[in-house]
């Protein structure tokens, strides 16, 4: 099983970074973008979707438990 | 009145012409002597091109304005040689907390990288770098400054720009071939030429306060998000020269501009910030709003804007008067070759694309850090604070972090001036990139790389041994000099020697160099005066040569 993944680990095929910046927030620009005009609860809904699609194609629940455990220590 | 800073007054002397009534003709114009007007004159003037300087003020920038020098905009100072003063009275910092709320979520130390002769900034209050140019600039001959003269109409025929210019004792008028235009975010002549800019405002206000404080205090970058003492914004702390701490609020949309100004309301706040028992003196407030936006082109005919002018950005990352110097970089050696009719009036055209291009990516990482510093709705705000609190713990989340980033310049890939590669290189160095700094020693002197190219183009060898090298590749190289568009060639080697034929070399003593270039025996770069690359191959070939040339000049 590969462990979660919690170094920086944004890329996208076929772009080549100068700036190690540049992934993270090319990612973030479109992760807010895609919330842009929403209500509070239309971003709820769609936060939660995403995090469906997303734990669906990680898979591995042992992965996602791990995932599960980091983000509410933090709440 | 600035209790650290005296600002000069420079002398204004009515124009001849004044009395005289004739019109003066001069090859070039810059309009505007800020950062980027000097920038662009100093410029003008390695290619040889005389300048006149026209600016409607007396002395240098009043206030609170740069703060942040890039290394790309110091190495660029360091060709029009003013980087020396700007980086011995700069103050460098190395090490950046950010915090939020009541809590330190981590910090960096941001080492300079070894082996470039620049800092990756340094910070300086805008007066000083302003100063050391006008007086670099009146040191060079062929640079005319005329304080006190402001430029009031603009024409443009088919062969000649007319400028009509106000002084204290009358109006007169100039022509002139080339018109450079940095007159600042404002810019009236653009809008006498009735040319739009475009972008956005942020919706937001931001209290900048200039304060002195005692030596102690450290020179660091300190950013908080949501601190206690400035609930639900942000607030930027960091050093300048003679111990004055830039500090950045921002205040939100709604705040009063007229009464955050005032020293009771300012006071309170920086007390709250930096404790009680820690004296300051306030020496100088003002607030701001910012946008981000540029012009469609950044050349209409004979008239080309740089700096402001052309495109603003949020101060986040520092990159108005950074890539504002990109601008007149990129330009000289452009108009140059125009003017001597060595390169088509197109080669003009690839000055606004190349610098639209990088405005774009200014604008971009400087919206991106506005988007993170001040978020516009819950959930952009709900990201912002996730990314904060996993900032502590997880090195991903420290990564997406955003309170400013770094100016760094554009690489020009996207360039039609380029020739692409042929032959495969690893590393950064493509065509288009500006070209990384290097160690390197010269008749036994040890210098840098960037500090041996610009200004002409070059072909830069690497070689194992100097000494060796074959007599056909030594005409080769000797030959490229003698074209209509002259290539500087220069020899850069691993074992020191001296190349036969009397063509300049330097030594690569610990091979940073070619590493950084992935440069074997009989690599060549040609490298355009502004000191990006412009083609590159693994062996030297002339006719390939002449033919990246040809192509980094629109002859092609
Ligand atoms: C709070 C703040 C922080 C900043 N921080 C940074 C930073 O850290 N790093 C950075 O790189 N940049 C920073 N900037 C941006 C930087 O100040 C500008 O990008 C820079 O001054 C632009 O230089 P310029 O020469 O294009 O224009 P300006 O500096 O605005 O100069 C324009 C000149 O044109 C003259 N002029 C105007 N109209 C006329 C006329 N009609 N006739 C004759 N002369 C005329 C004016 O007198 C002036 O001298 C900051 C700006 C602010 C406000």
């Known amino acids: 099983m590969t462990p979660l993944n919690l170094e920086p680990n944004f890329r996208e095929a076929g772009k080549r970074y100068f700036n190690a910046y540049t992934p993270g927030d090319d990612f973030y620009e479109s992760l807010i973008n895609t919330h842009r005009d929403l209500s509070d609860e239309q971003s709820e809904l769609l936060n939660a979707r995403l995090i469906l699609i997303l734990a669906n194609h990680i898979g591995d629940i042992g992965v996602l438990r791990e995932a599960l455990t980091i983000a509410r220590e933090g709440v | ?556």
């Open chain 2, 1 to 556: 009145m600035l209790k650290t800073y005296t600002y000069p007054k420079f002398e204004y002397t009515p124009p001849p012409e004044l009395a005289s009534g004739k019109t003066l003709r001069v090859p070039a114009i810059v309009v505007g002597a800020g950062p980027v007007g000097l920038g662009a004159a100093l410029d003008l003037q390695l290619q040889e091109i005389p300048v006149l300087i026209l600016d409607e003020d007396d002395t240098v920038s009043i206030g609170s304005r740069g703060v942040c020098y890039a290394k790309r905009a110091l190495e660029i100072l360091d060709r029009y040689r003013v980087g020396d003063p700007v980086c011995d009275k700069g103050v460098s910092w190395n090490v950046g907390r950010t915090f939020f709320r009541d809590q330190e979520v981590y910090n960096f130390n941001l080492v300079p990288e070894a082996d470039h002769h620049r800092p990756g900034m340094v910070n300086l209050q805008q007066y000083y770098l302003e100063e050391y140019m006008v007086d670099k600039a009146d040191k060079t001959p062929h640079i005319d400054i005329r304080w006190k003269n402001k430029v009031v109409s603009v024409t443009q025929g088919e062969k000649t720009v007319t400028l009509k210019v106000e002084t204290p004792d009358g109006f007169y008028t100039v022509e002139t071939d080339w018109l450079v235009v940095a007159d600042g975010a404002r810019s009236p002549i653009r809008h006498m030429m009735g040319l739009e800019i475009e972008g956005k405002i942020f919706m937001d206000r931001f209290l900048i306060a200039d304060v002195v404080m005692a030596a102690d205090f450290p020179a660091e970058r300190w950013f908080w998000f949501d601190p206690p003492f400035h609930p639900g914004q942000s607030v930027l702390l960091h050093k300048q020269a003679d111990n004055v701490f830039r500090i950045d609020f921002q205040l939100g949309w709604d705040a009063d501009p007229e009464e955050e100004r005032k020293p009771e309301k300012v006071i309170p706040r920086i007390k709250a910030m930096l404790g009680d028992d820690r004296e300051f003196e306030l020496e100088w407030v003002s607030i701001y709003t910012f946008q981000c936006r540029r012009m469609g082109s950044f050349r209409h005919g004979r008239v080309m804007f740089v700096g402001d002018a052309a495109h603003q950005v949020s101060p986040f990352g520092a990159r108005g008067a950074n890539s504002g110097l990109q601008d007149t970089d990129n330009l000289g050696w452009k108009l140059k070759l125009v003017m001597d009719g060595k390169a088509p009036d197109a080669l003009l055209d690839t000055y606004s694309a190349e610098r639209t291009f990088a405005a774009d990516e200014n604008i971009m990482n400087s919206t991106r850090s506005t988007d993170f510093i001040t978020p516009k709705s819950k959930a952009s705000k709900t990201f912002r604070n996730a990314v904060l609190g996993l900032a502590k713990d997880h090195a991903f989340g420290r990564a997406l972090v955003n309170s400013g980033r770094l100016s760094v310049p554009a690489f020009l890939t996207e360039s039609a001036l380029n020739s692409a590669d042929a032959d495969a290189f690893a590393g950064r160095m493509v065509p288009g990139a500006p070209m990384d700094d290097a160690p390197v020693i010269e008749n036994g002197d040890d210098g840098w790389l960037l500090d041996k190219v610009g200004n002409q183009f070059f072909a830069l060898y690497f070689a194992d041994d100097p000494n060796t090298l074959d007599g056909k590749t030594i005409d080769a190289l000797s030959n490229l000099s003698f074209g209509n568009i002259p290539v500087q060639p220069l020899v850069i080697s691993k074992n020191p020697g001296t190349v036969p034929g009397g063509i300049p070399n330097i030594e690569d003593p610990r091979g940073v160099a070619s590493q950084r270039y992935d440069a074997k025996h009989g690599t060549v770069y040609l490298l355009r005066p502004d000191q990006h690359v412009a083609a590159r191959w693994r062996a030297l070939d002339p006719a390939k040569v002449k033919a990246a040339v040809a192509r980094a000049t629109c002859n092609a």
